[in-house]
């Protein structure tokens, strides 16, 4: 199996950056497509962010957050990170750390491993 670990939430002002990490453990997951997710209370899970391992990674973004968010991997260490920045009240969410074995998708059951959350308030 593959235990995905995030952690880097917490509370931020407007306009301002935070950077999230998911650490993975288990088994090499160097080939693995890894995403961010996010969900606000009440609404669907979301795909932000992901990206691949081929053609020295390819990425994704939704328009809510290009522009303002870049994620990234270290392969070495096992993680992937994403770095938030001119963050709004409306990024308020959990954001979930996800990988899977097929390409980037925005359907969550093709997603086949999932961490805990981790809690991003943006508030002044």
């Known amino acids: 199996q593959v235990q995905l670990v995030e952690s880097g939430g917490g509370l931020v002002q407007p306009g301002g950056s935070l950077r999230l990490s998911c650490a993975a453990s288990g088994r090499t997951v160097s080939t693995y497509t890894m995403g961010w997710f996010r969900q606000a209370p009440g609404k669907e899970r979301d795909l932000v962010a992901a990206i691949t391992w081929r053609g020295g990674g390819s990425t994704y973004y939704s328009d809510s957050v290009k522009g303002r968010f870049t994620i990234s991997r270290d392969n070495a260490k096992n993680t992937v990170y994403l770095q938030m920045n001119s963050l709004k009240p409306e990024d308020t969410a959990v954001y979930y750390c996800?990988?899977?074995?097929?390409?980037?998708?925005?359907?969550?059951?093709?997603?086949?491993?999932w961490g805990q959350g981790t809690q991003v308030t943006v508030s002044s």
């Open positions: 996800a990988a899977t074995v097929g390409p980037i998708s925005q359907q969550l059951r093709h997603w086949d491993y």
